[in-house]
């Protein structure tokens, strides 16, 4: 299996940036397809943005069209989400998750924490 470890989160003000990172360990991170969740409080977790195996084909939640990217790096087994534009409505725990195929995620992080004030 593969084990998630996410950085990069802290406090930011609307309109600043921020890069979270998932950096795995085990099984190569080539062989997973990966997802970035958030859970803002009192609210379900909700998709944010995916990315298949090879980087090649990614897909994104509306709410972070345009402003989110993700991206990966299998030589250092590192997914990224680069956030710009944040609002406070970003504001939330951020996970990744991963899984073999793109689309399921079996495996999952413990979080990072997003806040963005106004």
């Known amino acids: 299996q593969v084990q998630l470890v996410e950085s990069g989160g802290g406090l930011a003000q609307a309109g600043d940036s921020l890069r979270l990172s998932c950096a795995a360990s085990?099984?190569?991170?080539?062989?997973?397809?990966v997802g970035w969740f958030r859970q803002a409080p009192g609210k379900e977790r909700e998709f944010v943005a995916q990315?298949?195996?090879?980087?090649?084909?990614?897909s994104y939640a509306d709410s972070v069209k345009g402003r989110f990217t993700i991206s990966r790096d299998n030589a250092k087994n590192t997914v990224y989400l680069q956030m710009n534009s944040l609002k406070p409505g970003d504001t939330a725990v951020y996970y990744c998750?991963?899984?073999?195929?793109?689309?399921?995620?079996?495996?999952w992080g413990q979080g990072t924490q997003v806040t963005v004030s106004s």
């Open positions: 998750a991963a899984g073999e195929y793109y689309g399921t995620y079996r495996y």
């Open positions: 085990g099984r190569p991170f080539s062989s997973y397809a």
């Open positions: 990315i298949n195996r090879s980087g090649g084909i990614t």
